[in-house]
């Protein structure tokens, strides 16, 4: 079993930068994919990225893309998000989720946290 938590999040202005992290418990983590997901008040669930547990492969959600960047480190059992040129409409609860497949479909993670806020003032 994997357990995940998230941390990084907070209050940033328009056009800056955050960089989220999600530590991981659990011998088998280096093995698992992991995905970050995020949900705007009254909004559905949105895929934003994810990485395969070697880290050779990674996906996107259009509206992310070319400003955030998923990595990670095995070693330290962290998954981070790079979150650049931030911008009002990324504001959301932040969560992480790890699972044994890399996919955009939140059904596709078993292991979830309980999230971390990111408010992006305009």
């Known amino acids: 079993q994997v357990q995940v938590v998230e941390s990084g999040g907070g209050l940033v202005q328009a056009g800056g930068s955050l960089r989220l992290s999600c530590e991981a418990s659990?011998?088998?983590?280096?093995?698992?994919?992991t995905g970050w997901f995020r949900q705007a008040p009254g909004k559905e669930r949105e895929f934003v990225a994810a990485i395969s547990w070697t880290g050779s492969i990674t996906y996107y959600g259009d509206s992310v893309k070319g400003r955030f960047t998923i990595s990670r480190d095995n070693a330290k059992s962290t998954v981070y998000l790079q979150m650049n040129s931030l911008k009002s409409e990324d504001t959301a609860v932040y969560y992480c989720?790890?699972?044994?497949?890399?996919?955009?479909?939140?059904?596709?993670?078993?292991?979830w946290g309980q999230g971390t806020q990111v408010t992006v003032s305009s």
């Open positions: 989720a790890a699972g044994p497949l890399i996919g955009t479909s939140a059904g596709l993670y078993q292991n």
């Open positions: 659990g011998r088998t983590f280096s093995r698992y994919a």
